[in-house]
């Protein structure tokens, strides 16, 4: 309003019985048309419509019903004003009245154009920009602000429509305490980085209520987070996964906790995964059940595990199949600051037909307490690259790294790490399938029932490892035993403490070249002469030592009765140890008179060591006579294939 007292135009003065007329801004408010809403305010604080025109009493004060009345306006208007007898005094086409109630209606009001958009905020700073409080409340998303709270209802559509509406790489935060999403399957459609309020435990919480359903879900989502969330369920899980994500790139989980699930996270498919500083704990074992699986159909690659902690508590006695279950993956890293105890197979890498896993590393992973620290089991002929350095596996039941190589093939690279304690008879490294390379160097083996153990035509280079009691623990049962189909070599490895030795049963496992296990074993030769045919004859001794391509044997023989043995006499060599090159050796007689005997090996007879006297004379011949009861020694090394 000009003014609260209405005077005439040409001379001071009321104008006393004039007549006031307000509408829309810049049109004639004395037309009905044009005519605004004019308000008064009751002593309660309510609003009453009056009519029109507003009537001018004695004084020049606009009046209703005989009262002096203050009229309140919404927004601009246009006036007009009329004397007593209908002449025109003013005309006011846009006036625009502050008045604080008015005002503070507006900075209270959700509307666009009101509220935050009337307050200007600016950081102190020479270089600042100024903007309204309603931009800068766009830069970052809480989502209080569409209704999600901690009350105990369902606020899974709200959160949904969040995600639904926020821009494309945005942060929007949780609020805390424990939030009830319902059903679950909140559909994350867009780069997003999601955080809760706190860490670990007392992260803001989303609490599922189906047996099933996942908390979030993605298909070909890009540049995700996940930040300071308590995942959990109020209802006991039976199948499903609390993250359940296909295709998607660039997803990081980090300082989450998760409690009570049956398969913590799903990821069929993308590249670029994190898991960060991760926690994760169940009561829930059984068939399928595990913590992570990474690539069950689709590839996967670039996977990274680093600082996380997965435990199946220690009074559960049923426990999962699998902690991280690995399928078509290629890049897998576990860090030295992850720790997986008692979640069956710890890590599980099994592809399938048409798969691989490839460049799956575990740099000091601590594998515990489990069926098996590390499960490796490709099939329909896919194939594993592998490699452990300095990790540490102790308490499995079945095997603390077991790779089974039947249906496809395995080259795993082992360097340091410790296992103890591993009480299956099956190996605490076990190795099986023709499919299967494995380098040891370095690792250390102490209380196991049996240390390493390899079958059915596997490949094993074992070097500079150690075999027996370390940390306080005894020496195994059992350091090693190898099949007679076992190729590879055993050797700069030391021994202490074992209660048993190993058993290598394969020509074709070099075991060598050790310290605390001796390097001979025993065999029995065959002794027959090159002429006619010796009666009796006992092998005295006879033991053999192989050192990388080199074989050194030492044999006595006792002829107890020559019959018509003539010529030369034979010795057989080791199975398997044939020589490839020609070689000459030396012995004596012991009986009678104590001749110098010498032996040869020919490529013609790769397998015989022939043995005579150095005129050529059979190896007894004494003075034209055949010495019995004489006993003869010979010693001899030779060359054999690498």
Known sequence: ???????????????????????????????????????????????????????????????????????LVDGAYSMKIFDSFGVEQYYFTNVMKFDPDQFSARLASYTDGAGDALVGVKQPFPSAVGMTQHDFNGLYFNFAQWGVKADGTDQSAKIQAALNEIP??????????????????IQITKGVRIVGSGFSQASSGLVVAHTSNPHFKAVSVNNVMLENIYFDSSVTRTNGKYLDFVTCHRFTIQGCFFWNFDLLADFNGGTEINFVRCEGFTNIGGTGKGVMWFGKQNY?????????????????????????????????????????????????????????????KIV???????????????????????????????????GSWIFDATNG????????????????????????????????????????????????????????????????????????AFDSTVKGVLENCTFRNNLNPGTNLSPMMKVWNNFGVSDWKDY?????????????????????????????????????AN????????????????????????????????????????????????????????????????????????????????
């Open 168 to 185: 494309n790489g945005s942060t929007i935060e949780l609020p805390r305490g424990s939030i009830n999403i319902g059903l679950g399957n």
């Open 409 to 480: 093939e395995i080259t795993a690279n082992i360097t340091g790490g410790q296992i103890f304690s591993n009480g299956s008879g099956a190996g605490a490294i076990d190795v099986i399938g023709s499919g299967a390379y494995v380098n040891i160097n370095g690792t250390m083996f102490a209380n196991n029932q049996l240390a390493l153990h390899g079958s059915a035509g596997c490949t094993i280079a074992c070097r500079n490892a150690s075999f027996g009691d370390f940390l306080n623990t005894s020496g195994n049962q059992f350091p090693f």
């Open 524 to 560: 029995v030769p065959t002794v027959v002469a090159t002429g006619g045919m010796i009666t009796t004859s006992v092998v005295r001794s006879a033991s053999y030592k192989v050192s990388k391509e080199e074989v050194t044997i030492n044999v006595a023989v006792e002829i107890v």
């Open 300 to 360: 996967t690659g670039s996977v990274n595990i680093l600082g996380c902690y997965f435990k199946i508590p220690d009074e559960v006695q049923l426990l999962p199949e699998f902690g991280v279950r690995v399928g078509y993956v290629d890049v897998l890293y576990i860090d030295g600051s992850t720790t997986i105890i008692r979640c069956g197979h710890d890590v599980e890498i099994v592809p399938g037909a048409g798969q691989f896993a490839h460049l799956i």
């Open 563 to 642: 019959g018509t043995g003539s010529g030369q006499i034979d010795i057989g060599l080791p199975a398997g140890y044939g020589a490839t090159q020609t070689a000459t050796g030396q012995g004596i007689r012991i009986g009678s008179n104590g001749k110098a005997l010498i032996g040869d090996i020919q490529q013609d007879r790769p397998n015989q060591i022939r043995v005579r006297q150095y005129d050529g004379t059979y190896p007894l011949q004494n003075n034209g006579s055949v010495a019995t009861g004489d006993t003869f020694t010979m010693s001899i090394t030779y060359r054999i294939a690498p």
């Open 1 to 71: 309003m000009p003014a609260q007292v209405f005077t005439l135009a040409r001379r001071f003065g009321a104008a006393v019985g004039g007549a006031i007329y307000v509408g829309k801004v810049d049109t004639d408010p004395y037309l009905i048309q044009n005519r605004i809403p004019v308000y008064i305010e009751n002593e309660d604080g309510s609003f009453l419509e009056i009519q029109q025109p507003v009537y001018i009493n004695a004084a020049g004060n606009p009046s209703y019903q005989g009262r002096v009345i203050k009229m």
């Open 364 to 398: 000091g992973g601590i594998l515990d307490v489990a069926t098996g620290g590390l499960f490796v089991q490709p099939t329909g002929g896919a194939d594993v690259e592998v490699e452990l350095i300095g990790s540490y596996s102790t308490g499995m039941t079945t």
